[in-house]
């Protein structure tokens, strides 16, 4: 890494972040909790088993059909602890402002966090702002980091992930990424393609009150469902085949990415998540995740496999297979 | 989804796949060469070759704008966004191509250079509008499918006398190149490699008609079938192709009538014949100089000529070494007969152009294929 430089690929969700996080920040920061590669860190303090987790928010446009930063940088937070079957308690934020940003726009987006706070029952008891010159941000950046507690007996982790286990998605993919898109390039669709922009803890709350053993779960943000496969598979040491007629997609989103010439599975959710779990339950899971309001697309969509290569495969549509992989760099539209 | 899930359909798959079994005589091989790009990730996103009878083989063909476009040309944009301060607008899957040194524009944009990707010249155009004091060079590349784009956009912004406002032009011609692979010692009778036939363009195709690729049909009697890009248009351009091959025919055929004509769009190739003119000869990556190969903007429009208006120094421009990319582009090597596929070329780390584009032939076996490959595992 001697004389390179960071480019947008460090952040577009593919190998090259996940390598960055790994040879990086991972190499200097290790630790015990770091290391297992969750989406939350898992301590425990007398008495209590808490998790954490930070994320920052950077999204342009700061308002899109579906959601704003504001409530984004609530659901991201919220959904990382949700992910390891927490109840979310406590956010602080960290504001980053730019010089010139219009304070009616900096309002909207907090009353947006407020109402998504309320509405997932987590309270921001701390914060910071920072203003930096104009031309130095892009509006606003939020980091938010969440505290949440989890019960004794729930032991969600990537760790936990063995061959033979079924792999479920709780809705349609692609839905936020293309929502995002639409609106940052000007890209007009007959009809408004909403992000899915979610708290996700009361959905995972159900899941776990009816199978309790659920191995683990994530939510496919960046790099969408494909990326969030590839790195449970490259972490856990497995592989994962999948049968694309099983994947939900809703059919204007399929549309849209026909015509950009991007491809659903690698792109981004916020409101959405994936689960893993012992084959003898997947029915009761399906059955749990369908139920609720934010599970009704849910759908089993493939196994995990004992894979030395840790390749994500896919029985395509039409009879064949192909590698369904990490996306490179950031996705790119159609040229030709 | 209408119109597209009808060409993806299942059961069609496994009658056609059916009918071609049948029809594919066993004691012989059929080597057919998707021209585009386009054909060889459908083939491969959709896993089309699994169900092909072993002795139909895919030979990938030039048709990834990206990959033939020589190091030269990227390097010369390069220069164009760092040295003379313009902002240079390019369609996204151009950004991470290394050219000399490695050097991409998504390495130049990281250490400042303006460069901004778009979707459309319409894009490019509105940035010129927005910003009258810097200078905007539009990066065209394609074939056919995108020179009528090129060509609006230099008419609009002369309707509008935009001064700041130029297009670094590298547009190339399917036709030429077709007839310039049958012609080359790879595909000769006794040469290294073999085509029996093409599964024609698609989009090039829309714009330019299917009459164009008739005299090299007949003149290397060669069947031609225009494939629409979805994976059930392919299979049954294959049928279609290997009935020619049997009953010793070669004719250019047209499958994807539902947007494919024998005239093509007239009013497109009038507006292009407009605004570009032929170029005596152009260099392609892997095919070498091929001579009425490609578009330069015409002599009415020198104004919005970006290769007119800016100083682009002479430089000695080099692909990274052993890298295979002219080979594959020609046809007559698999991405996986380069020492460098999978080893220390990557989507992640492309060494070349058709690692990197969504229409390389090398980015398909890797992203989609490698499965097949067990020595490319992780």
Known sequence: M???????????????????IRNLFQKHLSNPVLDRGDDAGLVTVPG???VMATDGHVISPLFFPGGDIGALSVHGTVNDLAM????????????????????????????????????AKVKVISGDTKVVERGKGDGVFITTTGLGVVSEDVDLSVANVRAGQSVLVSGTMGDHGVAVLSKRENLEFETEILSDSAALHGLVADMLAATPNITML???????????????AATAGVGITLDEAQIPVAPDVAAACELLGLDPLNTANEGKLIAICPTSQADTLLAAMQAHRLGRNAAIIGRVTDDPAQFVQMKTQ???????????GEQLPRIC | MRYISEFRDPKLAKTLARAIKLAAQPNRDYHFMEFCGGHTHAIFRYGVQDLMPPNVHFVHGPGCPVCVLPVRRLDDAIELACAHDVILCTYGDMMRVPGTGRRSLIKAKAEGADIRMVYSTIDALNIARDSPDRQIVFFAIGFETTTPATAVAIKR???EGLTNFTVFCNHVLTPAAIGHILSSPDFAPNGPARIDGFLGPSHVSAIIGSQPYEAAAQTYEKPVVIAGFEPLDVMQSVLMLIEQVNA????????????????GNRKAQALVAKVLAL????????????????LRISNDFAAFDAEKRFAISEKRSREVKSCECPAVLRGVKKPTECKLFGKVCTPDNPMGACMVSSEGACAAYWSYGRQRMPETAA
């Not at chain 1, 947008?8 to 969700?13: N, V």
């Not at chain 1, 309002?107 to 309320?118: D, K, P």
């Not at chain 1, 039409?318 to 490179?328: E, K, M, N, Y």
């Open chain 1, 48 to 50: 209590q088993r808490l």
């Open chain 1, 2 to 20: 001697t004389q390179d430089t960071v480019d947008m690929t460090h952040g577009g969700g593919g190998r090259v972040m996940h390598d960055l």
């Open chain 1, 84 to 119: 390891m079957g927490a109840r979310p308690l406590y956010l602080t934020a960290g504001f980053i402002l730019e010089e010139g940003f219009l304070l009616a726009d900096l309002e909207r987006i907090v009353w947006s966090m407020s109402n998504a706070a309320r509405a």
């Open chain 1, 318 to 328: 039409l009879g064949g297979t192909r590698i369904v992989d990490w996306l490179a």
């Open chain 2, 279 to 294: 170029r005596d000869s152009f260099e392609w990556r892997g095919l070498g100089a091929v001579t009425d190969s490609a």
């Open chain 2, 157 to 159: 912004a002369q309707a």
């Open chain 2, 248 to 263: 010793g025919r070669a004719v250019v055929e047209n499958q994807y009538t539902r947007v494919v004509t024998r005239d």
């Open chain 1, 218 to 232: 994530r939510d496919p943000t960046r790099g969408g469902l494909a990326g969030t496969l590839n790195e449970i």
